[in-house]
């Protein structure tokens, strides 16, 4: 079998060569923990100080503003706990949207069996949310706004500016988890204007299990692991040097330089709309997500009449690797929250179908992509036609 | 090169069919694909899961017999045809008072029917494989169900409702191989599963008790009713028809000197017919929804063997066809308790020809 074809980079992506490099001397002579005083702590200090400063200086925040966690999930979790109970003196009211990661529902459930109230603001057809919605959404005792900068299933931008902007006037702290946008989308913490903002090292060819957050000076936030006073004290525990490593040379690598990071995601803005165009030729589906306010990577499709999982199955036969980007490939039966909630119909929700790109994914790749796509459809499609017993009172082979 | 896809329960049978499917591949046979079905949800977050066949336990070591054989592994999630097909048809069979066969349903709703048409469907497959005890064969131009080698382990009684079709894309690998020569072939393969348990219960009704299950799916919770004698005379009270299956024994609660079997179950008027056994004792019973595997009845008058449930002992008969689906069995020995809703499973030597549903006479 030939080398797969891999368009799932929005679930992780390939560790870069030059990461890998990078934390090497970290797993092996440069193993001393971080919190040591010996010779050996104060190297992996060193390299763990370097990495902070690295992604403090890609976000415009000062490094004491930067933590290093296990990742994207973990952020979410002490993000949205550790900010909404440092503010629950003034207030118990957490506002979402409707189309959030897991880890945001599960956060704020969490939050809401405290007594908490949790808002989550509908979204357009598109996934998009209206920052006047969010405002109105906004009651005396909101204290705290969650939402992801890009979506994972679908790849819709949120205007994140402007909803920093008017939950900042309002003194209302905000929660960005910027995982799926860190490869592509403005990064500036202040032009976000917003007071906390998560990322993670593997969607953008770094480690898995590492994760960074900034928490903007003056914020309070309470840990939620109790242990040493490690990372200012907000989140305990050894630090990962060789992760923070890792995770601070994929983001400099990804956005260190702003000429070739804007080269990239045109080139990849260019492969994902020529496979919309390929995409929009097959019967029976139609993109979902916002047209242009989406990712540079990410191409979402909804097919009538296929089961998601199968088409994925199917292409991963065919050498293609994608996702239904939601649980289901794990053989859940619940269908997606986030096209349900853009209002995409409940019979075309389980044929969903997500190919993201990333910076080693070839205009060939893509073409022979569309190929299999529409060939793989087309099998399903006609395998779901073929089923001659519905009912489970019909005599069988009588 | 053709591509089989092999049905994986995680139990010790079906890793073992896999695991030889994957073998003969590697010698340039067929392409095989791993595929384990979730059928039914697991406990709620945070909670060990029931393990039985089939939980999402089994599913784990499903995967992991899929890695070590060196074949892709898939998840299939049929909880809604599962559902409905096997589970809620259960609970339908009791509340019309006949025993429900949902090892058959499974497996002609959902792995020989759900997953031979997803398989082609979603991985180009030119057929499936279980790790069932039985044979196929072409034989006198038609594909033929046969008995497997192994007598005790024998499968076929629950697949009397394949069709040629069917037949043409199955694979048994088992079917010429004994339970031990599977466990010692695990075991050498460092199987995880080559220990696991056989599996006796139903595995959506992990205890063993269904009544629950009734109410959950039907909202039967069962009203008392008359336990009646051939003569009509009450001699106790039962929880709920539908907690009764015929040729019950147990669980009657009656103080009758002799044993007393549960003979019929009247729905309608809610009793509980009980018999001894030689009342329960039959020489001629009706079957319908019959089908016979290679297309045709050998007559419409034929001597076969009948079997009434699986691992009863199979009694020679004479069958004949009436109206359109119905099967007449007139038995040369008497029979014990044909239950409405099970199979009558007719066989000649080997070979299993087909069946019909045991109908109330």
């Known amino acids: ?277 390929r995409l929009a030729e097959l019967p029976d589906g139609e993109l979902t997500g916002h047209p242009t306010a989406r990712l540079p990577n990410s191409v979402s499709w909804v097919f009538a009449g296929v089961e998601g999982g199968d088409l994925v199955a199917a292409l991963d036969l065919e050498g293609v690797e994608a996702s239904t980007g939601s649980a289901c490939t794990s053989g859940s039966a619940e269908p997606s929250h986030v096209l349900l909630a853009m209002g995409v119909p409940p019979e075309r929700v389980r044929g969903s179908l997500r190919l993201t790109l990333g910076r080693t994914t070839t205009a060939d790749e893509t073409a022979r992509a569309a190929d299999l796509v529409a060939t793989c459809v087309a099998r399903v499609r006609a395998a779901a036609a073929t089923r001659p017993t519905e009912s489970a009172t019909a005599p069988a082979g009588a | 090169m053709a591509r089989i896809v092999a049905a994986m329960s995680g139990g010790v049978d079906s890793s073992v069919a896999a695991a030889l499917l994957a073998r003969e591949a590697a010698a340039g046979g067929d392409e095989v694909v791993g595929v384990w079905m979730r059928t039914h949800p697991d406990a709620g977050e945070g909670w060990e899961p029931r393990k039985s066949c089939c939980s999402s336990e089994a599913g784990d070591d499903a995967r992991r017999v899929a890695q070590l054989i060196g074949i892709p592994f898939f998840v299939l999630n049929v909880e809604a045809e599962f559902g409905a097909e096997v589970i809620d048809a259960f609970a339908d069979a009791y509340l019309e008072g006949t025993t429900p066969n949902p090892c058959q349903a499974c497996n002609q709703k959902i792995k020989f029917d759900l997953l031979a048409r997803r398989a082609v469907g979603a991985y180009a497959a030119d057929g499936v494989a279980t790790g069932h005890y039985a044979r196929i064969a072409h034989r006198d131009g038609a594909w033929r169900l046969l008995r497997a080698h192994d007598a005790a382990k024998d499968q076929t009684y629950f697949l009397w409702n394949l069709d040629q079709r069917q037949l043409a894309a199955t694979r048994f690998p088992l079917g010429e191989m004994t339970k031990p020569e599977v466990r010692a072939l695990a075991a050498e393969l460092a199987l995880p599963t080559a220990t696991t348990p056989e599996s006796q219960e139903i595995c959506f009704v992990p205890a063993g008790d269904y009544r629950a299950l009734l109410d959950e799916r039907r909202t039967y919770a069962g009203e008392p009713g008359p336990i009646v004698d051939a003569s009509g005379q009450q001699v106790g009270t039962h929880t709920g028809y539908a907690h009764y299956t015929v040729g019950q024994r147990r669980g009657l609660g009656l103080a009758t000197g002799e044993a007393a079997y549960v003979r019929e179950i009247r729905p309608a008027t809610n009793e509980i017919v009980i018999g001894t056994r030689e009342e329960l004792a039959t020489t001629g019973f009706v079957a319908d929804a019959r089908h016979f595997i290679a297309g045709e009845a050998p007559a419409e008058r034929f001597e076969a063997k009948v079997r009434i449930r699986h691992r009863s002992t199979d009694v020679a008969c004479e069958v004949t066809l009436v109206g359109t689906d119905r099967l007449v069995m007139e038995t040369r020995e008497p029979v014990w308790g044909p239950a409405p809703g099970q199979s009558a499973v007719l066989y000649r030597g080997d070979e299993c020809l087909g069946g019909g549903r045991i109908v109330r006479s």
């Open chain 1, 1 to 277: 079998m030939t080398v797969a074809i891999y368009l799932d980079h929005a679930a992780t992506s390939p560790l870069r060569a030059e990461v890998l490099e990078a934390m090497l001397p970290y797993l092996t002579e440069h193993f001393g923990n971080a919190s040591s005083l010996h010779a050996s702590g104060r190297r992996a200090r060193q390299g763990l100080d370097e990495s902070r400063e690295s992604v403090a200086a890609v976000l415009g925040a000062k490094p004491r503003e930067v933590i290093f966690t296990s990742g994207a999930t973990e952020n979410t979790n002490l993000a949205i706990a550790g900010l909404a109970w440092a503010g629950s003196a003034r207030g118990r009211h957490v506002v979402t949207t409707t189309i959030e990661h897991r880890a945001v529902l599960g956060a704020c459930g969490n939050l809401e069996r405290h007594g908490f109230e949790v808002t989550q603001v509908p979204v357009d057809r598109y996934g998009q949310v209206d920052p006047a919605a969010v405002a109105e959404a906004i009651g005396p005792h909101t204290t705290l706004v969650a939402i992801g900068y890009a979506n994972n299933e679908v790849g819709t931008i949120q205007p994140i500016a402007e909803i920093g902007a008017l939950c900042r006037e309002r003194g209302i702290r905000t929660y960005v988890d910027a995982t799926q946008a860190a490869a592509a989308l403005p990064l500036a913490v202040d032009d976000l204007q917003v007071d906390v903002l998560g990322l993670s090292a593997h969607k953008i060819e770094g480690p898995k299990g590492v994760g960074a957050l900034f928490i903007r000076q003056g914020t309070n936030l309470i840990p939620q692991q109790a242990g040493g006073s490690q990372e200012r004290q907000r989140r305990a525990g050894t630090e990962n040097v060789a992760g923070a490593v890792g995770l601070a040379m994929a983001l400099e690598l990804a956005r260190g330089d702003a000429a070739a990071m804007a080269a990239e995601s045109d080139r990849q803005r260019g492969l994902r709309d020529g496979l919309i165009g």
